[in-house]
């Protein structure tokens, strides 16, 4: 399989065995819409399919990680909205290391797509947000689990209640961000650690990766459940609508 050229996704080797995916939709913040939607997962499919990748750095086109999903897109009780978890969903399960270099705001769906990687560096100008209250929405996609197994229950509640943006040095301090970087060196030092790893033995990568995920893997499925059943029973009270306004 072969990476197409695609304007909302831009995919280029940033090293030897280094995928570097650059989600470039600026104007909206990187929002995903059905194209980035679909771009992504293509992209995913030639990064687990081709032996040639090993490591992957996901991050957005300034001034933006990922904004979540476009609300101009999904807002309507009707849309799609499933893909979309399903993306989420599919980060952490590709078999392969992704790490997330974030620059600017990571909000909502944005934030659990970074969550969904290995791990994440950060700019200094970075910002990470929770925004499904304020749009009157549930996560389905992982936020309640894997939020509080990166930064513990009781600032995960903070985040998710609130809805107030954490700064990058906060995320650094609570764990949500492994490094904090000046803009101009994050994807430099994002792409140095990814050839780290591209130059060790790729299916001794995936194992260690791969018991690193089933060690932590059962009580996350068990609290991954917990939010599918709450997002279920949000459905059944009708209060699927979302807010079109943008998240702050």
Not at 44 to 71: E, I, K, M, N, S
Not at 140 to 169: E, K, N, T, W, Y
Not at 172 to 178: H, I, P, S, Y
């Amino acid at each position: 399989m072969t990476l197409e050229p695609n304007g909302v996704l831009l995919a280029e080797e940033a090293g030897e065995g280094i995928l570097l995916l650059t989600m470039n939709r600026p104007a909206q913040r990187n929002a995903i819409d059905l194209a980035l939607l679909d771009a992504m997962n293509a992209a995913f499919d030639v990064f687990v399919q081709d032996d040639r990748w090993r490591v992957g750095v996901l991050t957005g086109a300034p001034p933006a990680f990922c904004a979540g999903l476009d609300l101009k897109t999904f807002s309507a009780p009707e849309a799609p909205r499933q893909g979309v978890t399903a993306l989420i969903q599919r980060v952490p399960r590709l078999g392969k290391p992704m790490i997330a270099a974030v620059g600017g705001a990571a909000y909502t769906g944005g934030l659990e797509l970074a969550l969904g990687c290995d791990f994440i560096l950060a700019s200094e100008n970075a910002r990470f947000a929770d925004t499904h209250a304020k749009i009157g929405a549930l996560s389905g996609s992982g936020m309640g689990s894997r939020l509080p197994r990166a930064v513990g229950a009781r600032f995960a509640r903070q985040m998710i209640l609130s809805c107030q943006p954490v700064d990058a040095a906060t995320a650094l301090r609570v764990g949500l961000a492994n490094e904090l970087l000046p803009a101009e060196q994050l994807l430099p030092r994002a792409i140095e650690i990814a050839g780290a790893i591209a130059a060790h033995d790729p299916g001794l990568i995936r194992m260690s990766k791969s018991v690193i995920d089933r060690g932590t893997e059962g009580t996350l499925a068990d609290a991954l459940a917990i939010e599918t059943e709450a997002l279920q029973q949000r459905k059944a009270m009708g209060a699927m609508a979302w807010s079109s306004a943008t998240p702050g």
